[in-house]
C-alpha cells in the first residue's frame, strides 16, 4: 500500500540574528539549517536532539508560526513557504499546536468552556452557542476531564489536567496534523505515561498525523513511527523507530543513545561518554558539525560538510563514514 | 560505625495561617560510608524539603523541623546553632542544587568563588587555594581549567556550570554530598558526563551520596540502596537491584511500568490513574489508595507503618497482617460510637 506523503519539509532554513551591540560585528544563528523529512498520513515523526538544536524552529516553521528564510514546506503538495498571510488562514485549521507547559498556552482569565469555545467562534461564527458547547463537552470527555469542570480557570487544574486540556483546544478543529513540541517534557512519569496513551488513542480515533519533538528518546521511541535526530540545526539521521533504535548509525544517535540512563540496574551497557560541550549554534563547527565531539572524527570531517545519504531502505544518515 | 548519616523521624513543615501544615511526615533513613543512597518520588512528594532539612537550610523557605534528628557522625544537626552549622556545610557534608545558576554568584568569577570556599574550610594560603581549585576543576572534567577560573558564571555553559557547582561542593573532601536533582536540568550526553564525574570522585573519596532525582533511570544507573517517597513519606526502600527486580509497593510498581524503555515494543503505557494529592487535601488511611489498584476497605481508614522485611522496607496493608488491624478498628470504633 502506497503511503500517503502529508507533509513534506525541503531544505528548510532560519536564520536568527543575535541581538548584540549595535558597534559590533552582526552575528546570527543558524537555528534550522537545510532540514528535509516526510511525514505519512496516520504517522507520528518524532524529532529528537539535545536544548537548542533546533527542534521547536522546525516546528514553527512548519505550521507558519515563523517564516522560512529558504527551502519548501509542502502540505498536502503545495508549498507553504512563500504564501501570503491570507492564503495561511486555510492551513490554520488543520495545523495544531500542542506546547510543553500547558499553564504559559492557556489564558489565566479564562474559563475552560471559553477557552475551548473561543477557536469555534473564530472559524464558524455562525454556530449556536449550544452546538458549540456539545463539541467542546465531548472533546473533553475522551481527553479524561469531566464536564463540571468547564467553569474552572485554568490554575485550578494539576499540569497533567491542563496538558489534557490543552490537547483537547488542539482537537476542536479537527486537526489533520498537530505538532506537539515537548508535550509530556514538564509532567511526571505517572501523568506523562496517561498523557501518552491520550495522545496514541486520539491519533487512533481522529486519524491524527503527529509531528512530535521531544528531548527524550525513550519518549520518542514509544510514540513513534520514524525518527529525525537533529543536532546544532540539522538532522544527522532520519530513519524508521526501528532502524534508529536498533541499529542507529550516526555517531551522534549511537552517543545519544548510550547516554539515556536505563531504568534497569542489570542493564550494563557500553556507555560512549561525549566529550566536550555542545557547541554554540552561532559559531557552529565548519565541516560536520559534530567533528569536535565525534570519537570517530577523520580528517575530511573537518572540512567537508557530510549530506544526508540513503544507506538503508527508510534510512539516511550525514556521516562520511557512509 | 559505618552509618554516616541517619535521619530519624524526621518531620518538616511550613506555617500557614492556620497553623503548621507538615509536608514530611516522620522519615527515617540512613546513608552509609561510601555508599550512594538515592531518594526517589514525583515532584512535590518531599525530597527537596528533606535534602533542605538535612543542611538546615530551611530558613528562606520558610520551613521548620518539626520533629525527629538527623545524626552526621554521631551529631545530631538539628541541635546545632547556625554558627556550628556553618563548620559543617560545604565542609563535611555539602550540597549541590538542580539550577547551578542560583547557587552560583553571578558577579564573581568562578576562581575566586572555589578559593573562598576552600580558604573558609581547609587552612591553605591564597596560593595554595588557588592551585587546589584549578586541580578541582580539573577532576570534574573541565578543559582549560586555569581560563575557566577566569570566567563568570554566565560564560559557561549548563552543563559547564554544573561541574563547577561539584568541583566547589568536593573542594573540602566532604564525607558526604548531598545533590538535588543534580542532572535534570541537563541533556542527555551532558548529564552522562555529570553522573560519570559524580561516580569518579565518589570513589575516590569514599563519599557517601544522597543522590535526589525523580528519574528512575538515574537511580539504576548510579545507586545502591533507594528509598521511594509518595505524599511526604517513605512507602518503599530496597537494593537498587531488589528494588527494580522485585518492588513491593503497588507506588513503586506501578511507577516503574509507566517508564518507556527503549526496545520494550508495548503499545499502551501502564499508567498510574489520578495524581498525588496536594498536603491540605490527605485522604485518611493510606495517601495512595485514591490512585492504588489494589486498593482495600482497611487501605482506606488506616494508614499502614513501614513494615521492615529484610532489607526491603514497604509500606502497605498487603504486606501486613491486617486482619487484626480490622478487628482493632472495628472493636475502637464501635466502642466510641
Ligand atoms: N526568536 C529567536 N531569536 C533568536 N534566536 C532564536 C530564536 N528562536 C530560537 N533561537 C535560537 O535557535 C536555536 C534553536 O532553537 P530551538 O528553540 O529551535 O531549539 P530546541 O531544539 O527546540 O531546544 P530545546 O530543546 O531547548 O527546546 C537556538 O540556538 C536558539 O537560541
Ligand atoms: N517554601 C515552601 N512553602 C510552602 N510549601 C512548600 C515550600 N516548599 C515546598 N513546599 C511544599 O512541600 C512539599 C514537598 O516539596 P518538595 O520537597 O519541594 O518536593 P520535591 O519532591 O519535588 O522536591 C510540596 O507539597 C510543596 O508544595
Ligand atoms: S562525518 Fe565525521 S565527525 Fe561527523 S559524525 Fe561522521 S565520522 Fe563523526
Ligand atoms: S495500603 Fe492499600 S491502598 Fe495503600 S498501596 Fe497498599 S494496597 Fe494500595
Ligand atoms: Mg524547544
Ligand atoms: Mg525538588
Known sequence: MKKEVLLEVKDVKKVFPLSTSWFAEKKYVRAVDGVSFTINKGETFGLVGESGCGKSTTGRLVNGLIKVDEGEVNYKGNDLANISEKEWKKYRKP???IFQDPYASLSPRMKIKDILMEPLTIHFPKMSSSEKQSIVKELLGKCGISEYHLEKYPHEFSGGQRQRIGIARSLILKPELIIADE?????????QSQILNLMKDLQEEYELTYLFISHDLSVVEHISDRVGVMYLGSLVEVASKQAIFKEPKHPYTKALLSSIPQPDPKVKREQIVLQ????SASNPPAGCKFHTRCPLA???????VAQLQQVAEDQQVACHLY | MNQLLQVKNLKTGFRKENGMQNVVHGISFHVNKGEIVGIVGESGCGKSVTSLSIMRLLHDTPGEIVDGSVMFKGEDLTALSERQMKKYRGNELSMIFQEPMTSLNPVLKIGRQLRETIQLHLNMSKKEAHQHAISMLKSVGIPRAEDVMNDYPHQLSGGMRQRVMIAIAISCN??????DEPTTALDVTIQAQILSVLKDVQKQNEMGILM?????GVVAEVCDRVVVMYAGRIVESATVEELFAAPKHPYTKGLIASVPKIGQGINRLYSIPGTVPSPSNMPTGCKFAPRCSQVMEICKIKEPELIQMKEHDCRCWLYQEKEQEVEHIEKGSSARG
Open chain 1, 298 to 304: 577523520m580528517d575530511i570531517c573537518k572540512k567537508e
Open chain 1, 183 to 191: 508535550p509530556v517534557s514538564a509532567l511526571d512519569v505517572s501523568i
Open chain 2, 174 to 179: 566532604p564525607s558526604l554530598l548531598i545533590a
Open chain 2, 212 to 216: 535526589i532525582t525523580h528519574d528512575l
Open chain 1, 95 to 97: 495545523m495544531q499546536m
Open chain 1, 276 to 279: 566536550g560541550d555542545i557547541p
